[in-house]
């Protein structure tokens, strides 16, 4: 046996506190890549942690942690897993705890196949921990094994949870998720309760805009007009307050006002509103990819405007498309831009 690590191990036989050097050495055994000795290493300052008084609570934490993944890195995944399992034991540190349990899930579904054992430690994380990030990692693992084996009975437990675990970090991700299961199960009306619920108990959500966008989708297609419009102005007014207010998601920001737009359009039928829409969208989203299709659905609101279109309608189309062609040359909508300039005869006579 190495020098030093006979001297890690008879540190921690002895009744007085460990060296303060310990971590040190063991740090230096695992950078030295001596994967074997390191691990004797740490588990020599984990066992001194059962004498009371010897040593912070954060250092036993610390190489238990470190123990468990030299022992992933040496593949022993069972042993890994059991380490990963029993360390919250061996700390007071709460994002430990929950880093440690879904670690453990993830080796338990990934490495050694076993999905009962990781959905039992998932949900444990979620119902033990809901205020560490974590917990929400543990979520998705366990929805990605439960929700395809019984939706219905998952849907149970997220609402339970959800309800059970008040304003928790974790409460928003519970109600999306259930909202998600719902939808699959082909209750819109359901869904969108959940999505509502989100929008109401958490405002400050970052799940905030994506819920307002999947109930407009959801009640878009259940021709609740109306309701889609007053999902999708929630988005659009996170740009019209400060950046504090709310949550803000510019990601969604010119998904909801395109969306607006062909609401406007298609389904209400009031191509003045839609056109208004669709050049908000062209003007004041610089950055966004969607100006393009901004200004080609501009093109077909300024044609629907009159039946049939006006010269003036007509006009404006072209307009449109040749503001597309000028700044988009390249875009996704050029081809068809160019084939509409031929339809409308842009430009001739």
């Not at 988005?235 to 737009?261: E, F, H, P, W």
Request: proline share 4%; glycine share 6%.
């Amino acid at each position: 046996m190495k020098r030093a690590l006979l001297a890690l191990t008879l540190a921690a036989g002895c009744s007085g506190a460990p060296l303060a050097s310990d971590f040190e050495r063991a740090q230096t055994l695992e950078a030295e890549m001596r994967a074997g000795d390191a691990l004797a290493a740490y588990a020599a300052i984990r066992a001194s942690c059962a004498r009371p008084d010897t040593r912070l609570r954060n250092d036993c934490g610390l190489a238990a942690t470190r123990e468990a993944q030299i022992l992933e890195r040496l593949g022993r995944d069972a042993e890994a897993a059991a380490a990963w399992e029993a360390l919250p034991d061996r700390t007071g540190d709460s994002r430990q705890k929950s880093r440690a349990i879904t670690r453990a899930a993830e080796v338990s579904l990934e490495k050694l196949h076993d999905p009962g054992r990781a959905v039992r430690l998932a949900w444990r994380c979620v119902e033990s921990w809901p205020d560490e990030v974590a917990a929400d990692d543990a979520l998705a693992l366990a929805l990605r094994v439960d929700r395809p084996r019984d939706p219905g009975a998952t849907l149970l437990r997220v609402d339970a949870l959800a309800r059970s675990l008040g304003d928790r970090d974790v409460v928003d991700n519970l109600i999306a998720a259930g909202a998600e299961i719902a939808r699959g199960l082909g209750d819109g009306k359901g869904a969108v309760a959940r999505y509502d619920e989100l929008a109401r108990r958490f405002p400050r959500s970052g799940l905030l805009d994506d819920a307002n966008y999947q109930a407009a989708l959801i009640l878009r297609d259940a021709r609740d007009f109306p309701g889609a419009l007053l999902r999708l102005k929630r988005i659009l007014d996170t740009k019209r307050r400060a950046l504090i207010v709310g949550s803000y998601n510019a990601m969604l920001l010119d998904d909801a006002q395109l969306l607006t737009g062909l609401v406007l359009l298609d389904d209400l039928h009031d191509p003045a509103s839609a056109a208004a829409a669709f050049t908000r969208l062209a003007d004041e989203y610089k950055d966004s990819l969607l100006r393009d299709d901004a200004l080609y659905e501009l093109t077909r609101a300024r044609l629907a405007a009159h039946t049939p279109p006006t010269d003036e309608d007509r006009a404006a189309a072209c307009a449109a498309l040749a503001r597309l062609l000028k700044e988009y040359p390249e875009g996704n909508r050029a081809r068809a831009a160019r084939a509409k300039q031929e339809e409308l005869r842009c430009g001739a006579g």
